[in-house]
């Protein structure tokens, strides 16, 4: 996202490689179902393939009802399912139902990186919601960080989790300039920055973050781990709990009235009173109401081996986000499972992602493509003198490796959708995640759960602003989506 675009504010977290100068923004992005067959296949998703998750099916055939149906098994859909039956009165049967593998949308193919947003959004936030929401917004993402790190502790699972502190790093005194406006903004309005290391020294932001040219380095707690084993985890206990799951079944169609909904798949049909929307970029293709608020945005990203000079003991210790004033990159280094590193956001393969669906508005969006282009210019960026990337003094030289795409459910207003789909009682929806799924579906699934359970929004416990509302919807509704071509 260029600075130019961003009206004095910086990119949220999240919203690094999505936003307002994409190739797409302003035109009609259209996407049906997911893609049958061709994907690319993620990191996470080529380490699991001896998997039975990957196509279980529960039972042999569909259930003709039960009490809820949830569509997609990314992180919402999972989470909102163990949630379900772990409240004190759970759904007798709950059956989540997967178009293709298990996990293989977003979840399986996202970089891996729950960076919760500490303040560098704020502005933005502040800006569309105010400044009340949009400290409620940052709370949020703190919380959901928080609740994800201690899940996976409290039951052990082998995810590769990573937390320690995360890097924004300002290249420029521009963006460096940015972000102290932006934190002075954030702390004079109340915000907490307890948390938040700050160094607006260059020499000891280049020292510590071993980024030549640094100006500003920010640091705060942030997670790296394996998404899909981590949705696998969840989904272990709600099968233990009775959840039936069905993979490669894609949900066609959703008829009915109020609490009275059939859900259309080529193996039959479920009569449900609950259905549950946990489809992100492709909720437009069974709710076209979302066709415009949430849009499918492709989205890469590329494994990099580091050279010899930056493994073992002098391996990256920290996930990056490296802030110029043209875009920002992210970098993922897994410190403690393998080293490899991930990059994502302003990457060139990104823009050439985009600019070849942009030539053609006909196309479906999908995510298939692995075409890579080295992230040379952002990896050279990386290392001190002495500390080379490309002509290491010893050992191996940096390798560029694989790349893969993933579609992302870019919110047209940042934040995602949640509640009851207005007009169509007892269909309920939780998507539009921007991006940044990872630091918003821990909160936002179960507050999801509670919510179809009769909770009150306020009981839900989430900022107001993501409540889904028909203002909302109809405000960025796309009448141009026309969904007879692209499903
Ligand atoms: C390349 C990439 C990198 C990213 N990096 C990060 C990151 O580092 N950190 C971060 O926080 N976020 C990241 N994100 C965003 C994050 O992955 C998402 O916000 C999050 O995973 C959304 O989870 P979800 O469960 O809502 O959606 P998904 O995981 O997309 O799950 C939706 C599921 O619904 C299924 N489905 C859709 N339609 C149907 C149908 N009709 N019938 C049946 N099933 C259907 C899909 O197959 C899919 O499995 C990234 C995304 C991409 C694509």
Excluded at 69 to 87: P, R
Excluded at 337 to 346: Q, R, T
Aim: charged letters at 20%; a neutral charge; hydrophobic letters at 35%.
């Amino acid at each position: 996202m260029h600075l130019k675009d961003l009206n004095g504010t910086l990119p949220p977290v999240g919203d690094e490689g999505t936003g307002k100068s994409s190739a797409l923004e302003g035109k009609p992005i259209k996407t049906g179902r997911p893609l049958e067959t061709g994907m690319s296949l993620s990191l996470w998703l080529q380490t699991v393939r001896n998997n039975p998750l990957l196509n279980h099916r529960t039972t042999e055939d569909l259930p003709q009802s039960a009490d809820v149906v949830i569509i997609g098994s990314g992180a919402t859909g999972s989470l909102t399912a163990l949630s379900l039956l772990q409240s004190p009165n759970p759904p007798k049967s709950i059956v989540l139902l997967e178009a293709r593998e298990m996990c293989s949308g977003a979840t399986g193919r996202n970089a891996g990186h729950c960076k919760p947003d500490q303040w560098r959004g704020f502005s933005k936030y502040a800006q569309a919601f105010g400044p009340d929401e949009a400290i409620k917004i940052l709370k949020n993402e703190q919380q959901t960080w928080e609740s994800l790190v201690s899940y996976v502790r409290t039951h052990k699972v082998d995810c590769d989790l990573w937390a320690g502190k995360t890097f924004d790093v300002y290249m420029t005194e521009e963006v460096a300039k940015l972000a102290e406006k932006t934190i002075t903004e954030y702390k004079a309005a109340g915000g907490d920055v307890s948390k938040i290391d700050v160094i607006t020294d260059p020499a000891e932001a280049e020292r510590i973050s071993r980024i030549r040219g640094a100006k500003a380095l920010y640091a705060w707690n942030a997670s790296t781990l394996h998404p899909w084993k981590l949705v696998a985890h969840v989904n272990k206990q709600s099968l233990a709990l009775g959840l039936n799951l069905q993979t490669w079944t894609p949900v066609t169609k959703v008829s009915g009235s109020a609490n009275d909904w059939t859900v259309h798949t080529e193996r039959g049909n479920i009569k449900t009173p609950i259905v549950i929307h946990a489809t992100n970029a492709y909720a437009g293709a069974l709710l076209p109401e979302t066709r415009g608020g949430i849009k499918p945005t492709p989205h890469m990203c590329n494994k990099v081996l580091p050279p010899s000079t930056f493994a073992g003991s002098d391996s990256l210790q920290n996930s990056y986000a490296v802030i110029y004033p043209t875009g920002t990159y992210t970098i993922n280094s897994r410190p403690t499972s393998d080293g490899i590193l991930l990059f994502g956001g302003a990457a060139p393969n990104q823009s050439k992602l985009l600019d070849y669906v942009a030539k053609d508005q006909k196309r479906r969006i999908d995510d298939s493509l692995t075409d890579f282009e080295p992230v040379t210019e952002a990896v050279r960026t990386l290392g001190t003198e002495g500390f080379e990337w490309d002509e290491p003094k010893r050992g191996s030289k940096v390798l560029y490796d694989y790349a893969w795409s993933g579609i992302i459910g870019r919110s047209a207003d940042q934040v995602p959708f949640i509640g009851e789909v207005p007009e169509k009682k007892g269909q309920w929806i939780c998507a539009g995640h921007n991006g940044h799924g990872m630091a918003r579906i821990f909160t936002c699934a179960p507050a999801l759960a509670k919510l179809v359970q009769g909770a009150t929004w306020a009981d839900a416990g989430l900022p107001n602003c993501f409540q889904v509302t028909k203002e909302r919807l109809e405000k960025y509704r796309d009448p141009d989506w026309d969904l007879e071509e692209t499903d």
